[in-house]
Each structure stands twice: as structure tokens, then as C-alpha cells.
């Protein structure tokens, strides 16, 4: 079992849905959680941070944690053509060992 | 600088000889990673440096690769004999690396082409 997971998609959503991004992962003592963005030929780039249970609002964008369950999830509110891109997931643990994990990834296409 | 800068930004080199990237990390940023990304691919994960303590080098793929960080900021990562396999682009990133702010801020990368 991958320490995160993600679909790798694509996943093809209308211009204006809610695009539902998922993130697994399996290590319990999983501290704090991150949304990226990258865009095709660029570099990654944080679009949220996560760190308690529940749901966190930015804009657009909501994140959702549920650690009992070891879920991250990434809402996209009202989607645009220019969320297109790979979402990445990103975890780390607690205590003195703080290297992130990384998914591979989602593919996000959203139609006009 | 403001952010993580990387160079060069693009290396073409011929198989068997060596290259250096160089990453400066932002200001008082305490970790640094570096990650090689193939195209399509997810982060392949190579080094992290913690703070003071040893680097995780658990992602090397090979001897041929290394990489240092003198003094707590600067951080080069060195290919020797390049393979064709090698192309891809190396991405460095640095991080707080508190127990409130782990996040990484990514340089533009460096698109490494072995001919």
C-alpha cells in the first residue's frame, strides 16, 4: 500500500460543478496535509493546508480532513477552465521526522 | 531572493559527463528537498535535508547521484556520467520544517537533457 494515495483521473468536469478531489493515506500519526496545483511544464504550487478534523474554506476551494477515516479531500467550487491541471496530495507526520509524501497525483480537465 | 531559485534552468549534456544543479532555498528555510519529475510522472522523491541533521537519501537512484547543502542554505545536486535516463526535471524545494509549517515552496526547476 502506497503512504498516499490518489486517483490519477482524469477526472472531466462541466465549467461550473464542483469538482471532488480524493487523498488517501496510511500512516495514523499523519500531521499535516497540503493541496498542490501544477500546471502542465510548471512546478508545483500549495493550494491549501490542512491540519484538524473538518473543513477549511478558501475562495473556492474547500478542504476536507477526516482523520479516523485517513482522507483528505480537495472541493472546487464553481470550476474554471483554468483549474485544469494535476493536483497533487501531500502529507506530514507529527513528531521530529517531517519529510512530506506525496501522491502521484490527479488530473483535473474542466469542459467549457 | 523571495522564493527558491534553481540553475540552470535548462542543461543539455552529452551522456557520461557531469552536471551540477544548484538550489538556493528561501531565506531561513531549514529543509530542503530535491525531486526529479519525468514528464507525466509524479515527484520521484530523492533527498531531504533536515535542519542540522543527517539527509535522507533514501530516494538516490544510484551512486552516480549526490548532493550536498553547505552551510544551511545553498544545496547542489550533482549527476555524474549522465545517462540518457536522467532527463527530466529536477525540482527543489525548501520548508520552514516547524511543527506548525512543513509546507514546501518549489523552485522553477531544471529541465536536464542527457543527448
Known amino acids: 500500500q502506497k503512504e498516499v494515495e490518489q486517483n490519477s483521473g482524469p477526472l472531466s468536469v462541466p465549467e461550473g460543478a464542483i469538482a471532488s478531489l480524493n487523498c488517501t493515506y496510511s500512516?495514523?500519526?499523519?500531521?499535516?496535509f497540503f493541496w498542490y496545483r501544477q500546471y502542465s511544464g510548471k512546478s508545483p504550487e500549495l493550494i491549501m493546508s490542512i491540519y484538524s478534523n473538518g473543513d477549511k474554506e478558501d475562495g473556492r476551494f474547500t478542504a476536507q480532513l477526516n482523520k479516523a477515516s485517513q482522507y483528505v479531500s480537495l472541493l472546487i467550487r464553481d470550476s474554471q477552465p483554468s483549474d485544469s491541471a494535476t493536483y497533487l496530495c501531500a502529507v506530514t507526520k507529527a513528531g521530529n521526522n517531517r519529510k512530506l509524501i506525496w501522491g502521484l497525483g490527479t488530473s483535473l480537465a474542466v469542459n467549457p | 531572493g523571495a522564493g527558491v531559485s534553481q540553475s540552470p534552468s535548462n542543461k543539455v549534456t552529452e551522456k557520461g559527463k557531469d552536471v551540477e544543479l544548484r538550489c538556493d532555498p528561501i531565506s531561513g528555510h531549514t529543509a530542503l528537498y530535491w525531486y526529479r519529475q519525468s514528464l507525466g510522472q509524479g515527484l520521484e522523491f530523492l533527498i531531504y535535508?533536515?535542519?542540522?541533521?543527517?539527509?535522507?537519501k533514501s530516494g538516490l537512484p544510484s551512486d552516480r547521484f549526490s548532493a550536498e547543502r553547505t552551510g544551511g542554505s545553498v544545496s547542489t545536486l550533482t549527476i555524474q556520467r549522465t545517462q540518457q535516463e536522467d532527463s527530466a526535471v529536477y525540482l527543489c524545494?525548501?520548508?520552514?520544517?516547524?511543527?506548525?509549517?512543513?509546507?514546501?515552496?518549489f523552485g522553477q526547476g531544471t529541465r536536464l537533457t542527457v543527448v
Open positions: 535535508f533536515q535542519g542540522n541533521s543527517a539527509p535522507d
Open positions: 500512516d495514523r500519526v499523519s500531521q499535516s
Open positions: 524545494a525548501s520548508s520552514l520544517d516547524n511543527r506548525m509549517n512543513t509546507e514546501a515552496f
